[in-house]
Nanobody
Framework: QVQLAESGGGLVHPGGSLRLSCAGS????????MGWYRQAPGKQRELIAA???????IYADSVKGRFTISRDNAKNTLYLQMNTLKPEDTAVYYC?????????????WGQGTQVTVSS
């Protein structure tokens, strides 16, 4: 079982940048498919970036070219570099870890970190 803790959120002006971190403990993140989700007020939680254990990273169209997901296995940490931020990026951002099991998958969530993009 893995525990996840996000950090790095805050208030930023439109066009600015932030880097979110997701520190893992209890297990190595390298064995999980890792993802960043976000949930804006009144909206469903959505996947915006994923880093599988094998294969290419994927991005939602809304963040493609602006956000970059990456891992540092030595630090057991997942990152989300967010550039050219827009007001519509305002949301609570969550880190997710997923691994397969018979009949489904194990899934773990962090507590979330607030990102607010406003002038």
């Amino acid at each position: 079982q893995v525990q996840l803790a996000e950090s790095g959120g805050g208030l930023v002006h439109p066009g600015g940048s932030l880097r979110l971190s997701c520190a893992g403990s209890g297990s190595a993140l390298s064995i999980y498919t890792m993802g960043w989700y976000r949930q804006a007020p009144g909206k469903q939680r959505e996947l915006i970036a994923a880093s599988p254990t094998v294969g290419d990273t994927i991005y939602a169209d809304s963040v493609k070219g602006r956000f970059t997901i990456s891992r540092d296995n030595a630090k057991n940490t997942l990152y989300l570099q967010m550039n050219t931020l827009k007001p519509e990026d305002t949301a609570v951002y969550y880190c997710n870890a997923r691994s397969p099991r018979i009949g489904g998958f194990y899934e773990y969530w962090g507590q979330g970190t607030q990102v607010t993009v406003s002038s």
